[in-house]
T-cell receptor
Framework: AQKVTQAQTEISVVEKEDVTLDCVYE???????LFWYKQPPSGELVFLIR??????QNEISGRYSWNFQKSTSSFNFTITASQVVDSAVYFC????????????FGKGTKLSVKP | DGGITQSPKYLFRKEGQNVTLSCEQN?????MYWYRQDPGQGLRLIYY???????QKGDIAEGYSVSREKKESFPLTVTSAQKNPTAFYLC???????????????FGQGTRLTVV
């Protein structure tokens, strides 16, 4: 069975702090994809990143970075120098079986960045 | 602009009524999905469709029904059999990638359904 666990329900930081959102996944498939989405208060999910199971390179995009470690089945997301606009719910998701299959989501982490 | 449109944004239902949530996409995506979001529960899959005239139940399909008569449209009906329908409903779509890559899903802005 596939599963995504985001153990942090809510995180609160002060602006300019760095923050890491944890994601642990479970799957027996050798080919899978991992995603991060951001859900601002407006409700729509915004795609942030996709990573396949064969690519363990870390990725950096501006203030965002992602650390994928197959050894620990984790795909963590770090925001450097957080800003108030980063306040949102962040979801980690797992996909197996191709694009016609299901996306399995974690329960999300609500991030509040205070000025 | 290409995207996914959900309507209405807010919907109120009386107990015992069926209501239909609309989802339209102009991205030419093959797969479409309906998720339900409750506070603290993440997104749970209701139904998904990989091609026209075909769909599969997700984890919480009871009390819901769907149709996929056109590629662009995937309406969700919340029936009176759904005992606790108050929630935020999100529709999504994904393209079929011929290189066997799992593509990302694109989401609509959601419909907030409230039972009154």
């Amino acid at each position: 069975a596939q599963k995504v666990t985001q153990a942090q329900t809510e995180i609160s930081v002060v602006e300019k702090e760095d923050v890491t959102l944890d994601c642990v996944y479970e799957t027996r498939d050798t080919t899978y994809y991992l995603f991060w989405y951001k859900q601002p208060p407006s409700g729509e999910l915004v795609f942030l990143i996709r990573r396949n199971s064969f690519d363990e390179q870390n990725e950096i995009s501006g203030r965002y970075s992602w650390n994928f470690q197959k050894s620990t089945s984790s795909f963590n997301f770090t925001i450097t120098a957080s800003q108030v606009v980063d306040s949102a719910v962040y979801f980690c998701a797992l996909s197996v079986g191709g694009s016609q299959g299901n996306l399995i989501f974690g329960k999300g982490t609500k991030l509040s960045v205070k000025p | 602009d290409g995207g996914i449109t959900q309507s209405p944004k807010y919907l109120f239902r009386k107990e015992g009524q069926n209501v239909t949530l609309s989802c339209e996409q102009n991205l030419n995506h093959d797969a479409m999905y309906w998720y339900r979001q409750d506070p603290g529960q993440g997104l749970r899959l209701i139904y998904y469709s990989q091609i026209v005239n075909d769909f599969q139940k997700g984890d919480i399909a009871e009390g819901y029904s769907v149709s996929r008569e056109k590629k662009e449209s995937f309406p969700l009906t919340v029936t009176s059999a759904q005992k606790n329908p108050t929630a935020f409903y999100l529709c999504a779509s994904r393209s079929r990638d011929r290189g066997q890559v799992d593509t990302e899903a694109f989401f609509g802005q959601g419909t907030r359904l409230t039972v009154v």
